[in-house]
Structure formats: C-alpha cells, structure tokens
C-alpha cells in the first residue's frame, strides 16, 4: 500500500510542483535545483544531465497521460533550447556538460558519457510521446558522437572528451538505461548493438568475482587500484543494476537472477547500518565511509525489491518494498514544502542538504512509472 502512497504523492504533489517551480518559463528551460523553502533556483547554472532528465520524466509521464497538460510542450521546449545552446558539432561532436540557461552560454563543454546518455534517454521518450523524425534523428546523431568522441580502446566509452580518470561504471550504467529504453520503444538492431555492448561490461568489468560486489571506479585499462578509488562501493548503484538486469532480461530473453540477487544481497548487507532500513551512500570494506544518506539510494532500493518481486512472486520482496516506501515518505518527504523532499539526510536523519536538487525527481519517477503503466 505504501507504493502506492508514494505514486499518488509524486503524481499529485510532487509532478504537479515540479511542472511550475522546476522550469523556468522565460528561458525555455528547467532549472538545476529548488531552494529549501521551494522557490526556484535563481543562478543560470545548470548541467545537461539534470535537465534531459526532467525531459525525460515529463515526456514519458506525458505520454502515458498522467502529466500536467502542458508538461509535453514544455519538454519539447526545454529540448530544444538544450540542442541550441550545448550540442557541439564535428568529428568530436556531442552535448557539453553544462550551461548557463540565462545568458544560453555553455560553461562546460567536455562531452561526457553521462551527460549524453541523459540525453539519449530523454530522446527516446520525446520521440515516442511526439512521433517527430527530429527527434529519430538526433538519436542516430547523438549515438554516432558518443561512438567517435568517446571511443575507447580497452572497451566501453570513455569517461569524457578529456579522458579523464577515474573509469566509473557509473556513466556506462546510465548508457545501457538509454539504449535498453531506445530498444523498448524502438527495437531497431543498431540500438541494440549499442544496448549489449553496454550491458557486456556488467560482467567482463563491473561485477566482479562469482558473487560480486559492484565496483565503481578503475584505471584505464579497467584495473582495480586503490589509486583510482575502486576500494569505494555505493549499494545504492548495486541496487539500480538489479532494476536494469531485469529489464535486460526482459528484452533479450536472458536469465541474470542470480546476479540481480546477488547484487540486492550484497547491497543490503554492506550498506545498511545495524536497525536501519537505508541505505548509505559509500561504503568501503563493509563500512561506512560517508556520513550520509541521499534519498536515490533508498528510491533504488525500492526499485530493485519491486523489480524482483514481479521476476520472482515473492510475497517477501513485495512487503519489504513497501516498508521502503513507508520510511521514505516518513523520512524524506515530511517537514518539506509541498511536492519537494530532503535530499540528504545524515545517519540519524537529520537533514544535511542546502538545496533540493532536480535530479531526484528522475529516480523517484522511475519508481512509480511501472505502478503507472500497470494500472
């Protein structure tokens, strides 16, 4: 029931809040963050991650009919101010990392893996909710830039146009929810060339030993090294794969349940702390090494105990996702303006964060986009 709950406050509160509060009409695009008391976010900066992800949400919330009535307009308008402003043409081509949205001036123009994929996921979406060729196209464009800007000679992409380490499973992770997304809704064979060669590297790279764990950071040649920061471990990461796996599965009609266990398992046991339902954010040797918790991980928790629970049946995961979504909602969601949340809180639950940053509205959508389509 309590899943339930947290849909109806995201669609009720939370999506309709973030329609007004979270786009800034004059610019023709969304902002990075609200401040605490809920007001918009008054400095220009914003990455391209976070607005292709709010993109994202209001295109796919619009097209299965539960958005605010203009959230489509709006998120075809906020795309096309991101294409004008941060994509970056030629041989090394693709979209810079961040911009300011009021003097439309890019502040950041390495193309990164990340950033892209966000894009690309946004993308997907626009294109099935509107149908438009312009949007099939810049799909095609945005694929090819990654493939020759990023292109990397141990596997994967790199992190960015700078080749920056450390190497993060994370950004790959990102890449294989766009691609698994363009498969979804498309199912053309050149996304899914591009969907197995991104869901290959949980395996040859990420996953490593019989059991696991997950890592996250590596040397260039994918090298474990405590130099790179690979002794770091975020359950929270664990859990969004378990999500992923399944839908992989689903499309390739592959069988990866151990590994979705295994990886739930592990998350669990190195990332809550003794009588606490959440997760942490970093561990390292079964140990918190950050004194909090942000609220995606426990949105990805969720996501993964539901994720099992319709492969498996188990009445067990189906119980303890609600007990999740309970705590979330009595953690994160009360003593908040409407339709917002506390971010971080530390591990006693007080609230650490200084803003209320857009890119939770992302996870938390993906945790309630299934109840959705299921009803």
Known sequence: MSVQQLKRVFLEEILPTWSKSGFDEPCGQ??????????PQKAGEVRTRTVARQIYVHAHAAHLGVAPSASLAMAERAFANLHRVAWVSGKRGGYARSFNRHTELITDPVRDLYDNACVLLALSWLLTATGKDVYRHQIDQTILAVDRTLIDPFGGWAEDS???????QNPHMHYLEATLSLCENNRTSGYARSERKAFALLRSHFFVGP??????????????????GSDRLEPGHMCEWV????????????????????????????????????????VSADKAISPSRRLWPQVEM????????????????????????????????????????????DLNGAPLGSTIPASSLYHLWTAVEDQVEDV
């Open 30 to 39: 969304f902002v990075e963050y609200l401040e605490l008391d809920g007001s």
């Open 162 to 168: 700078d080749g920056t380490l450390p190497r993060r």
């Open 211 to 228: 059991n696991g764990p997950l890592h996250e950071f590596f040397g260039p040649q994918w090298e474990l090294d405590d130099r790179y």
């Open 243 to 282: 999500w992923l796996t399944t839908r992989h599965d689903s499309l390739a009609h592959s069988d990866n349940t151990k590994i979705c266990l295994d990886l739930l398992s592990t998350a669990l046991t190195i990332g809550r702390m003794q009588g606490s339902l959440f997760l942490v954010d970093t």
């Open 302 to 345: 969720l996501k993964a105990l539901m994720a099992l629970h319709e492969r498996l049946g188990l009445r067990g995961n189906c119980t303890d996702a609600d007990e999740v979504a309970s705590a979330i909602l009595a953690a994160y969601m009360t003593r908040v303006p409407h339709g917002c949340w506390h971010d971080r809180l």
